[in-house]
């Protein structure tokens, strides 16, 4: 699963006649509980959202986080959850309504929906409308991502410290396998896989020719905190900008780079059995 952060774009300027109507009511799908309880989300309510399609659902929700207020939404495919994010809503100057434009990215975030939403708290109604570029559309459209990290492609260039403040390069891993891991502390699904990630490093740790690097987009200190309580056995460097810009906002991702420099594999989201695939992978490209 993935912990995401929702990609916001403008408010589009639409009336109300635009918009579907639904009303929040208490409880939540069962199929988000193991989010909920490695987030710590109490008090959870949601909505279900027409989207025209058969194959995909979408579930709009609230929830309250120790003494916050916040919003989540997910997405099914073929009943399947394929992706959980929690919001913000902005306030509408107009209007009592909270506002905001969504992104949902699945699929790898080779795909994605857009809406808009509007919340008013007071009736728990919620306005929603699909959108396609600026059009609205009454059911969803899935459209298509091109992303800078994808199987195929070769892995942009990328320059790194380390939690020692060296400068490292991507292109120093030339000639080897390179498994990353794209993570943050705060993320819950990121922690899990991390103890299996580790079995990786140990099982093949005779094999010179397999780096594994850990890239952390978060500040130095609270990656060096959670380090000194919690084994993490890759070499670890810090996230900039433009690693934010290439492998987006949404977390973990754990990629192969075979030794010419092309991906080999991509994945998003954690658990703890994430590393399975991750071994069988690198099983294929070095047997």
């Not at 495919?77 to 905001?100: A, C, H, Q």
């Not at 409308?129 to 991502?145: A, E, F």
């Not at 091109?146 to 000639?175: C, M, Q, W, Y």
């Not at 609270?222 to 996230?239: C, M, Q």
Request: overall charge neutral; some cysteine.
């Amino acid at each position: 699963m993935i912990y995401g952060i929702i990609v916001s774009t403008s408010i589009h300027a639409q009336t109300e006649s635009e918009y579907k109507s639904s009303k929040l009511i208490p409880g939540y799908p069962k199929e988000i509980e193991i989010i909920k309880d490695q987030l710590g989300l109490n008090s959870l309510s949601y909505a279900n959202f027409e989207t025209g399609v058969d194959s995909i659902k979408v579930v709009f929700g609230k929830f309250t986080q120790g003494n916050a207020n916040g919003y989540w939404i997910s997405s099914y495919f073929n009943n399947n959850i394929s992706s959980f994010s929690t919001l913000s809503l902005t306030k509408d100057k107009l209007s009592e309504f909270l506002t905001n434009d969504i992104e949902i990215k699945f699929d790898n975030s080779s795909k994605k929906i857009s809406l808009s939403v509007k919340y008013n708290p007071s009736t728990n109604e919620i306005l929603y409308s699909w959108l396609d570029g600026d059009k609205n559309c009454d059911k969803l459209t899935v459209q298509k991502i091109d992303r800078l990290i994808a199987e195929n492609k070769l892995l942009p260039d990328l320059n790194l410290k380390t939690l020692v403040n060296k400068d490292i390069s991507s292109a120093d891993f030339r000639g080897k396998f390179l498994v990353i891991n794209w993570w943050t502390p705060t993320c819950a699904p990121c922690r899990q896989e991390i103890p299996g990630l580790n079995k990786l490093v140990d099982k093949f740790r005779s094999n010179t020719n397999i780096v594994f690097l850990s890239i952390a987009f978060d500040n130095k200190e609270n990656v060096e905190n959670y380090l000194k309580v919690n084994d993490f056995k890759y070499l670890h460097t810090l996230g900039d900008k433009n690693a934010l810009k290439i492998f987006g906002g949404s977390f973990p991702k754990n990629i192969i780079v075979n030794p010419d420099g092309k991906i080999t594999f991509y994945s998003e989201g954690g658990n703890e059995h994430a590393y399975i695939i991750i071994e069988e992978e690198l099983l294929k490209l070095i047997n």
